[in-house]
């Protein structure tokens, strides 16, 4: 029998479904307070979600059309990859930076950048526990998971990261 790990009461405690990048997820909140955005969508002002990785999981290249803010609370540090319009990788670590240096709590991926996130090798921690907000509010519909080899052809300095954190290949 497999033991009860603190990431598996976390995902029970805490109601996480597995996500379609990877990782675990419940949204927490939705905004009853609707926006028109530039293109005419009628969505959500903002939404929240806890978001949980563990062991080897990650999250896969994706993009949404909105900005989304990340927020570390608990387990080992995470580090989230994004791709800038110019073909430069930011990679931001979140963490407490009290125990993990250089790391922050909260990091924001603009808006239609293509991004991943994995965990930082912990002794220590089994999981990353954070929270992730998005305005205007997220939705499935505006969700794209990458094709691996489009998107390492598109920036092909960092393939092997690409490769490494991706789900589809074409």
């Known amino acids: 029998m497999q033991a009860d790990t603190t990431a598996d009461r976390l995902i029970h405690a805490l109601g996480l479904q597995p996500h379609p ?6 949204e927490t909140y939705r905004s009853t307070e609707a926006i028109r955005c530039s293109d005419d969508r009628q969505r959500a ?15 896969a290249w994706h993009r949404i059309r ?4 990340w927020h570390f609370h608990a387990g080992a540090p995470l580090d989230v990859h ?14 407490n930076p009290l125990e993990h ?28 526990l954070l929270g992730c907000t998005v305005a205007p509010g997220f939705e499935f519909s505006e969700f794209e ?8 052809a598109s920036f092909p300095d960092h393939a092997e990261l690409v490769h490494r954190l991706s789900r589809r290949n074409a």
């Not at 990048?21 to 419940?26: A, P, Q, S």
């Not at 994004?82 to 963490?95: A, D, F, K, Y």
């Open 21 to 26: 990048e990877g990782g675990y997820f419940r």
């Open 45 to 59: 002002a903002s939404t929240a979600i806890y978001y949980l990785l563990r062991g080897n999981d990650f999250s």
């Open 145 to 152: 998971l990458a094709d691996a080899s489009r998107l390492a």
């Open 82 to 95: 994004v791709l800038t319009g110019n073909g430069q990788l930011v990679t931001h670590r979140l963490g």
């Open 101 to 128: 240096p250089g790391a922050v709590f909260q990091a924001m991926v603009p808006a239609n950048h293509w991004f991943a996130a994995e965990r930082v090798a912990s002794a220590r921690d089994d999981f990353s």
């Open 66 to 69: 909105s900005d989304e803010l």
